[in-house]
């Protein structure tokens, strides 16, 4: 396996489809805007990571492989996500993941608009001497998670949703004693107040 090969970024993501995603922001953007953001979101992480010199693997839930590749093309691996909360669907993908002589997996989402080429890089360096990467959310939550290899215990017992993600996740890795190194703080989009960060229109 290359070098090239041997680092795996994982975008987790929902294909966009009207009623079913982005709920939380139907209220202020309508069905059809919240699945427009989706698409949106997901298009332009995409394209900013595309030159990272990593594997690509989209693990997607709704609609299926077909659809997502006529979506987003085939120049990605593409796996559905797993069945249960997002702990276990974290565990489920680094575990498939790694189980393929991959040295280093970074995971993220698709809703961060300030997450960029560099921030990638600099965490899949810091995975050089570090166990664990965390992109501080100012939900409290992460927008990255790194690691050098699946441990399971980091998503067990999470209150995923609420603003104690990162704190529960670090008592977790200090207990196990993992190296951490933290990426800036950014903001996620999750509620109507994110959306004055975000510049481009939505439809009516």
Request: charged share 25%.
């Amino acid at each position: 396996m290359s070098y090239y090969y041997k680092k795996s970024l994982i975008i987790f993501t929902r294909y966009p489809e009207v009623g079913k995603t982005k709920t939380r922001l139907i209220p202020a953007l309508g069905e059809e805007g919240a699945a427009k953001l989706q698409q949106k979101l997901t298009e332009d992480t995409i394209q900013k990571l595309s030159e990272v010199p990593v594997q690509f693997r989209v693990y997607f839930s709704g609609g299926n492989e077909e659809l997502m590749k006529q979506w987003l093309g085939n120049h990605y691996s593409y796996y559905p996500q797993s069945e249960g909360n997002l702990g276990d669907k974290l565990i489920a993908a680094l575990t498939e993941t790694f189980s393929e002589e991959v040295e280093k997996v970074v995971i993220i989402g698709i809703d961060c608009p300030d997450l960029d080429a560099t921030l990638i890089n600099q965490a899949f360096s810091e995975l050089s001497d570090q166990d664990l990467v965390l992109g501080k959310a100012e939900d409290g939550g992460y927008y990255l998670i790194g690691l050098r290899d699946c441990i399971p215990e980091l998503f067990q017992g999470i209150t995923w949703g609420t603003d104690q993600v990162l704190q529960e996740t670090v008592a977790i890795a200090e207990k196990l004693g993992l190296k951490i190194s933290y990426l800036p703080l950014l903001n996620d989009v999750d509620t109507p107040e994110d959306l004055e960060q975000l510049n481009f229109n939505f439809p009516d």
